[in-house]
């Protein structure tokens, strides 16, 4: 199976920060990598598929990037509402793979 | 508005059954793969199975913890996918989430919780 790391495991922002995050396949997954952020009680919720494509109606502050192993998540601009946790998911094989999480919380 | 509604949830005891269903409504169903994703308390998510599309032969995957106990199935006319959970242990206790899985999961359902508890 493909482990998925990430980077770090929590971290502590004000609104207006600039956030990354950063995720690690075990092995090459080229881009088949995809970012969720998920708030309390409810499921996750899908922000970049493919490592850097926005999904639809996703606010364009988020970004990602990388290929092969190593891959980020970047908030340019936190808002409120972007206070959550974030896993990076591996798409390229069966069994699908999250990595473990980063919180994000008020400083 | 594409929508995931899954149902069936429930206390069951250690080795039981439970059967969950969800319901598409909003996109192509047929057409789609489909995915059970599951939640204990307190962790991340972790991927179950899937079902392809009928087009693609209709086979599943399972992850290893559940491989030989649960069963994906879908019925397409009814715009429904199931996930047949048999021998079930304390560890199954969690959220599931059925979600639509073109490659990404892009849509998710609100989820039903599975506790599984003497």
Known sequence: DIQMTQSPSSLSASVGDKVTITCRASQNIDIHL???HQKPGKAP???IYAASRLQSGVPSRFSGSGSGTDFSL?????????FATYYCQQSYTVPRTFGPGTKVDFK | EMQLVESGG??????????????????????????WVRQAPGKGPEWVGRIKSRVDGETTD????????????????KKTLFLQMNSLKSDDTAVYYCARDPDEFDIWGQGTMVTVSS
Do not use: H
Request: glycine share 10%; with cysteine; hydrophobic share 35%.
């Open chain 1, 34 to 36: 995809n970012w969720y």
């Open chain 1, 45 to 47: 919720s899908l922000l």
């Open chain 1, 74 to 82: 970047t908030i340019s601009s936190l808002q409120p509402e972007d």
């Open chain 2, 10 to 35: 429930g206390l069951v005891k250690p080795g039981g059954s439970l059967r969950l269903s969800c319901a598409a409504s909003g996109f192509s169903f047929g057409n789609a793969w489909m995915s």
């Open chain 2, 62 to 77: 399972y992850a290893a913890p559940v491989q030989g106990r649960f069963t994906i199935s879908r019925d397409d006319s």
